[in-house]
């Protein structure tokens, strides 16, 4: 596609329900990335992809989170018994991996957990 | 981990001035990229600028890597300019996951 695209743009869920968040990166970029941004706050690494693989998982903030990348393209961000402070925009961004590191970020979904 | 801190955090331009953006960063970086979010909440890429000079249009940006800082420079502000600018670096670990700064608020009046 011609940009990153993120699916739902919004998403309200209860306390204690799960989601799952889409994330379609630029076609033919194998390297895939989750932030997550509070209101109000800076951009915070949650996890990254090469390929269908994730070298680093190190900014997931607990077990109910999890992600997953298909075919080295589209990737799901999964949160398991949402809680309030849950509740962020959450972005995606993608890049080429190869001769650019350069990413490009998608518009984000804000999640409200009520 | 790396810090990175960005000044001024927050800048009130009217119209037409110019303006110098300031990032600095605590340990050597890989990559380095500015970036605009727009009151809608879109990141925009500015730059990749791990070092050297870029210019586009009115803006541009200089990054000294062994000085551990990075400028962007806004030239004859504009109202769209407004929003909020970050700068991002990735530390040297392979991994190319990007640590924002708090970013700089700017607001441009007309």
């Known amino acids: 596609g011609a940009g990153v695209s993120q699916s739902p743009s919004n998403k309200v869920t209860e306390k204690g329900k799960d989601v799952e968040l889409r994330c379609d990166p630029i076609?033919?970029?194998?390297?895939l990335y989750w932030y997550r941004q509070s209101l109000g706050q800076g951009l915070e690494f949650l996890i990254y992809f090469q390929g269908n693989s994730a070298p680093d998982k190190s900014g997931l903030p607990s077990d109910r989170f999890s992600a997953e990348r298909t075919g080295g393209s589209v990737s799901t961000l999964t949160i398991q018994r949402t809680q309030q402070e849950d509740s962020a925009v959450y972005l995606c961004?993608?890049?080429?991996?190869?001769?650019?590191?350069?990413?490009?970020f998608g518009p984000g979904t804000r999640l409200t957990v009520t | 981990g790396i810090q990175v801190e960005q000044s001024p955090p927050d800048l009130i331009l009217q119209e037409g001035a110019n303006s110098t953006l300031r990032c600095n960063f605590s340990d050597s970086v890989n990559n380095l990229q500015w970036f605009h979010q727009n009151p809608w909440g879109q990141l925009i890429n500015l730059f990749y600028i791990p070092s050297g000079t870029k210019q586009n249009g009115r803006l541009s940006a200089t990054t000294v890597a062994t000085e551990r800082y990075s400028l962007l420079y806004i030239s004859s502000s504009q109202t769209t300019d407004s929003g909020v600018y970050f700068c991002a670096v990735d530390r040297d670990s392979g991994t190319y996951k990007y640590i924002f700064g708090t970013g700089t608020r700017l607001k441009v009046l007309a």
């Open positions: 076609s033919g970029h194998t390297a």
């Open positions: 961004a993608s890049s080429s991996g190869q001769s650019s590191y350069e990413q490009y």
